[in-house]
């Protein structure tokens, strides 16, 4: 009797040892997986980041839920920091935007990209130079002659953030043009978007997806776009222009590019197994018709990028942003 | 009169069974979101976000606004009878609710707070239905410097319209200001008075301030009074809902002057939390019962319930036509919008009728069905303060425990909550009023804030705060309202010199 009790237990040993075996063959998770936002509730990549969620609960793409969870403190660097301290925890990845480069360099917290495994870059987020429809600059031209002929600083640019994206754009523009803005930070991207409908600032470089419902409202003017070619979706959205209606900054002779991360990031060690499920999941969200109209109405870049391809333009990113700030003086003193 | 039309056509939609089954369910759990401390309307319709994904939007975000009623409803109950305030928007209630609740009167305390946020809410809402576009341009005159001018009356009317010493207001308030400047500077992008730790960077947050303040402060308190727990005598009846909304239309200028404090505050968008304030500092200054407020003064219920409700419902309006977000809830709903691919903005209530005034009908259907389900859990929710105190404490505790760790899922969090607990409770002890310490907390970073992009806007010139009629005007009623009692006097002296 005892020798059968053995037998059976030794088998179910046997059987359960198979059973983790062939899970490390096909990684899945067992837990519920957080999906850590550095940012705040409301902003572009907590929507993505919901936008995913949403996506993976409909068409029931994992079977453990997922959980998004915003860490937004100093700059997102709580979210980093939390993702570091988390090694060997595969149940735990994050979407990132730039503040993945500049957190650590302006605020100096001890975090680099490299403390985490990189997953798979889902697109890139343009930038547009906006400014109030009732303003008569119909060009990039005119208005960087307005800006060069206006007192040196009295011209106003809103953005998201200090020492951020829409800051390193500004100082570059600045740069490039031979011009000087007050550059005035506010909290969120929608609010910069109203500030400059309400001529509070004169000019922002706003994401499609943040400044879209005033383009269409006919309250703003996209000037160029930030980026090496035009965006790709040519639905008309105001005054018989879409997206792909907007020059390129560079054709107007503002030589500057900027595109912002949205990728993703998981937890340090994880197996290259880990790694691929979740590269498998993202593949199957990105098929789904929700994330290509989520696409179109940010009108983003979708450039997909997975293992040392996205690795490799993550460290060409970093070094041009530690250029760009060190130029600009923004990185932390201590 | 094609709104009215619109409205109707609106009100056909959220009457339809499912939508209707969806806006119970939703009060229901805002009620329990409400309910929890820490918690919190934003927090809590981004759990819920993603289970009406598969929802018509329409339905979905019926839904996600009935969290957001309920919450609001629900964050006067704990505030009421325990003194600790679910939510921000609803400290100002503890004011008077909770001595009203040891006095044996929580049942007349909730009544009058679920009336008045009904009534708040309405007027708000008739507001939208009227007058939606109008607001709309109202609210993008509102730059850097208003914004800051507005906080400053809010600050202003609690200095010089508060009974307490102004000096102990203003010391109280610093400690605000202090603690409101941990974390992230937002203008320069660097971090300050973190001393090198991680646990500090995301600040001070309010909830766990105001949870350890108030909810903890007041445990240590009723324990040093001998562990009594004076609600025992609290009516289980219906009855006391009639009884006190018998007595409520005598409050009808509160509740008017209320309402437009809350209207205003929510467009502009202040929110709801400086307009619960700032409508029971005027109230406790000219209500002719002024002198009882803070001791259990019905009205004191009254005031700021009014408001907080009222600037709740109109900070939905910045957000569906600019886009702009007046509170975090609504910020997490705009994040819903999006992903049901509904752009806010100028254009939404030309091209998405159907969705923006079965929204707007739904918002007179969810309060209604919002106070109908809280009136009938009075007696239940009063009945709570019948168990003792030894047994109800150390729920209470493990309830705050669990609140201040659910904001950043962070157990630092759960041991400042009990640091603030004992300044709590010392503060209160040498008589620190602890409202303007919470009201700095709360404001004090995004006075800051937009005080400093004034100033960059402006080159640093202090002119910019008297640059138009708007901004100007505010300002002049903030310094009338600091200087008040010193007006008053200046005032009285005269006379007496005169005669």
């Not at chain 1, 980093?80 to 100096?108: C, E, M, Q, R, Y």
């Not at chain 2, 089954?21 to 929890?36: E, T, W, Y």
Request: proline share 5%; net charge neutral.
């Amino acid at each position: 009797m005892k020798h059968s009790v053995l037998h059976v237990a030794l088998a179910a040993v046997a059987i359960s040892g198979a059973g983790t075996f062939g899970a490390t063959a096909a990684w899945e998770p067992v837990r519920p997986v957080e999906f850590i936002v550095p940012a705040g509730t409301g902003g572009g990549a907590d929507q993505m980041a919901r936008t995913i969620q949403g996506i993976v609960t409909k068409h029931n793409l994992m079977k453990q839920p997922m959980v998004v969870i915003n860490k937004s403190g100093g700059a997102g660097g709580e979210g980093f920091l939390d993702v570091k301290s988390s090694a060997n925890n595969p149940h735990k990845i994050i979407i990132t935007l730039s503040n993945l480069f500049t957190t650590p360099l302006a605020t100096g917290i001890p975090f680099n990209w490299k403390d985490m495994t990189p997953v798979a870059m889902l697109a890139l987020d343009e930038f547009v130079l906006w400014v109030n429809a009732e303003k008569p600059y119909k060009s990039v031209k005119e208005f960087v002659d307005a800006v060069k002929q206006a007192p040196a600083g009295s011209i106003k640019m809103g953005g998201t953030g200090s020492k951020q994206e829409d800051q390193i754009i500004t100082v570059a523009v600045e740069k490039a043009t031979g011009t000087k803005f007050t550059y005035i930070p506010y909290k969120g991207g929608g609010e910069v978007a109203v500030q400059l409908v309400g001529n509070h600032v004169d000019s922002t470089v706003n994401n499609p997806i943040e400044a879209v419902a005033q383009w269409r409202g006919g309250k703003l003017r996209p000037l160029c776009v930030f980026d090496g070619k035009q965006m790709a979706y040519d639905e008309v959205i105001a005054d018989g222009k879409g997206w792909k209606d907007i020059p390129t900054c560079k054709s107007q002779g503002l030589d500057m590019e900027y595109l912002m991360l949205r990728g993703i990031f998981m937890s340090p060690k994880a197996t290259k197994d880990q790694v691929e499920y979740y590269i498998d999941l993202f593949k199957k969200v990105r098929a789904t018709p929700e994330w290509q109209d989520f696409m179109k109405s940010g009108a983003f870049n979708t450039t997909f990028l997975t293992g040392a391809d996205y690795a490799k333009w993550v460290e060409t990113e970093e070094k041009r942003h530690e250029t760009l700030m060190k130029e600009a003086g923004f990185l932390a003193t201590n | 009169m094609e709104e009215l039309v619109n409205l109707f056509h609106g009100f056909a939609v959220a009457l339809q069974p499912f939508n209707i089954m969806v806006m119970i369910l939703g009060i229901v759990l805002g009620v329990i979101i409400g309910v929890l401390p820490g918690l919190g309307g934003a927090n809590g319709v981004a759990i819920l976000l993603p289970l009406t994904f598969s929802m018509p939007p329409t339905s979905a975000i019926i839904m996600l606004s009935c969290i957001y009623w309920g919450a609001l409803f629900g964050g006067a109950i704990t505030s009421i009878l325990f003194n600790i305030p679910g939510e921000p928007w609803s400290v100002a209630t503890t004011f008077d609710g909770y001595p009203m609740a040891q006095q044996g009167k929580a049942g007349e305390a909730l009544t009058a707070a679920f009336t008045s946020s009904f009534v708040g809410a309405l007027f708000a809402v008739i507001m939208i239905t009227l007058v939606a576009p109008l607001v709309a341009s109202f609210a993008l005159q509102f730059g850097p410097a208003e914004k800051f001018a507005v906080y400053f009356l809010a600050f202003c009317s609690f200095v010089g319209l508060s009974k307490e010493p102004p000096f102990k207001t203003i010391a109280a308030m610093m400690i605000g200001f202090a603690l409101a400047a941990v974390g992230l500077d937002s203008i320069t992008g660097q971090l300050r008075l973190t001393f090198g730790s991680t646990e500090l960077l995301n600040g001070f947050d309010f909830l766990i301030a105001v949870i350890g303040l108030f909810g903890i402060g007041e445990i240590l308190l009723t324990m040093e009074e001998g562990l009594s727990f004076r609600g025992g005598k609290a009516k289980i009846d219906l009855r006391v809902v009639l009884q006190t909304w018998k007595e409520m239309p005598r409050y009808w200028v509160t509740s008017l002057r209320s309402c437009i404090i809350g209207c205003w505050m929510g467009i502009t968008p202040a929110g709801a939390t400086p307009a619960s304030f700032m409508s029971y500092g005027i109230a406790k200054r000219v209500s002719p019962k002024g002198e009882n407020f803070g001791k259990g003064e019905i009205e004191g219920v009254v005031a700021p319930e009014t408001a907080a409700h009222a600037a709740g419902t109109a900070a939905l309006l910045p957000m569906l036509s600019l886009g702009v977000p007046g509170s975090p809830t609504a910020a997490v709903l705009l994040g819903g919008l999006l992903i049901w691919g509904l752009q806010p903005g100028p254009m939404l209530f030309v091209e998405q009728k159907e969705f923006v005034w079965g929204l707007i009908a739904s918002m007179y259907l969810g309060n209604l069905v919002g106070l109908i389900v809280v009136l009938t859990c009075v007696p239940i929710f009063a009945a709570i303060l019948r168990v003792p105190f030894s047994i109800i404490a150390p729920l209470i505790l493990v309830l705050c425990a669990i609140g201040a760790y659910s904001v950043h899922s962070s157990t630092f969090d759960v041991v400042m909550m009990l640091v603030f607990g004992v300044v709590g409770y010392l503060l209160k002890k040498c008589n620190y009023p602890l409202a303007p310490l919470v009201l700095a907390i709360v404001l004090g970073d995004k006075a800051e804030e937009a005080f400093r992009q004034s100033l960059l806007g402006s080159q640093g010139s202090l002119g910019v705060f008297f640059s138009n009629t708007l901004v100007g005007t505010i300002m002049v009623l903030g310094l009338i309202a600091l200087f008040w009692s010193l007006i008053q006097q200046g005032y009285s002296r005269l006379r007496t010199a005169a005669a």
